[in-house]
């Protein structure tokens, strides 16, 4: 079985620019969570799709936001880029929420 | 609310020694724990879980862990290590409740590094 696959790997911005990260799940795995890595912050959750409503968010600004389509697939999208937003983001995903879940390689995101 | 700590950042070892990386977390409510594993440039491997039942979980490479309810803890251990063990371990917590969904607590992450 395929693992999760996020694309692209890697991605450089200008601060002010909007970006768009995607993210396919296992097959047969519904829940869709995403994280941000910081050497700062570490590892923090954004939000998880399930079923292609959001059933829960951290706590991060209006400009993170995502979605989730009929095949589970999901999409990140951050507006105005900021130079914090440096990140490695990782997708996950899961067969019903709540139980173990499986990461994709992430998306290295640098804003300039 | 949730909340993981790693009590120690790095943990230098060397070769066919035993390792022991330390994990407590606080949680109001009944909790899943996990280990995962980052290498370089890489996402996050699962290594074990505890949902239920024995609280001494096998998994990959070697590793297990042991739940304690009362003091809280989910200690990952290895018996002896190799130079490719070295890597990033991070511990983490999720609610059991199935409304709460998948939301992952980690903690901040102990650096393995296993010198020769």
């Known amino acids: 079985k395929a693992g999760v696959t996020q694309t692209p790997r890697y991605l450089i911005k200008t601060r002010g620019q909007q970006v768009t990260l995607s993210c396919s799940p296992i097959?047969?795995?519904?829940?869709v969570s995403w994280y941000q890595q910081t050497p700062g912050q570490g590892l923090q959750f954004l939000f998880e799709?399930?079923?292609?409503?959001?059933?829960n968010k951290g706590n991060f600004p209006g400009r993170f936001s995502g979605r989730q389509f009929s095949n589970s697939r999901s999409e990140m999208n951050v507006s105005t880029l900021e130079l914090g937003d440096s990140a490695l983001y990782l997708c996950?995903?899961?067969?019903?929420?709540?139980?173990?879940?499986?990461f994709g390689p992430g998306t290295r995101l640098t804003v300039t | 609310a949730q909340s993981v700590t790693q009590l120690d950042s790095q943990v230098p070892v060397f070769e066919e020694a035993p390792v022991e990386l330390r994990c407590n977390y606080s949680?109001?409510?009944?909790?899943?724990l996990f280990w995962y594993v980052q290498y370089p440039n890489q996402g996050l491997q699962l290594l074990l879980k505890?949902?239920?039942?024995?609280?001494l979980v096998k998994g990959i490479n070697g590793f297990e862990a042991e739940f304690n309810k009362s003091q809280t803890s989910f200690h990952l251990r290895k018996p002896s290590v190799h130079i490719s063990d070295t890597a990033e371990y991070f511990c983490a917590v999720s609610d059991r409740r199935e409304t709460s969904g998948s939301r992952l607590t980690f903690g901040e992450g102990t650096q393995l590094t296993v010198n020769p």
């Open positions: 505890y949902l239920s039942g024995s609280t």
């Open positions: 799709y399930f079923s292609e409503t959001q059933r």
């Open positions: 996950a995903s899961s067969i019903l929420g709540g139980s173990e879940q499986y």
């Open positions: 949680s109001s409510v009944s909790v899943y």
């Open positions: 097959s047969g795995h519904r829940s």
